[in-house]
Nanobody, 129 residues
Framework: QGQLVESGGGSVQSGGTLRLSCAASGYFYSSYCMAWFRQVPGKEREGVAGIDSDGSTTYADSVKGRFTISQDNAKNTLYLQMNSLKPDDTAIYYC???????????????????????WGQGTLVTVSS
């Protein structure tokens, strides 16, 4: 049980940089997983990146080499560093979590969201050309 709140979205030009944050509150076990997703109107939700409490990560092919997922346990915050942004990255970005077990770094990203209990309300990222 808990709550997630995203922030850091905005509007940038192609090639720009943004860092998204997801503040977590409530009860998390020592073992947990967290992930970032994105969605645009008329398209399916896309898994972007996942991280487990042990630091293991996974990324969608479309963002490898450009995005980095990380966490700051002292601040109870998840991050998504987004570099070399493209217009195709425009979407609402959501963070999600399963507070009681790991698995975000190992499950396929296209189905990971089905297993995550907590979801934030999203933050909008707009990339113009």
């Amino acid at each position: 049980q808990g709550q997630l709140v995203e922030s850091g979205g905005g509007s940038v030009q192609s090639g720009g940089t943004l860092r998204l944050s997801c503040a977590a509150s409530g009860y998390f076990y020592s073992s947990y997983c967290m992930a970032w997703f994105r969605q645009v109107p008329g398209k399916e939700r896309e898994g972007v990146a996942g991280i487990d409490s042990d630091g293991s990560t996974t990324y969608a092919d479309s963002v490898k080499g450009r995005f980095t997922i990380s966490q700051d346990n002292a601040k109870n915050t998840l991050y998504l560093q987004m570099n070399s942004l493209k217009p195709d990255d425009t979407a609402i970005y959501y963070c999600a979590a399963e507070p009681t077990w790991t698995g975000c770094a190992w499950r396929p990203l296209d189905t990971l969201g089905d297993y995550l209990e907590l979801w934030g309300q999203g933050t909008l990222v707009t990339v113009s050309s």
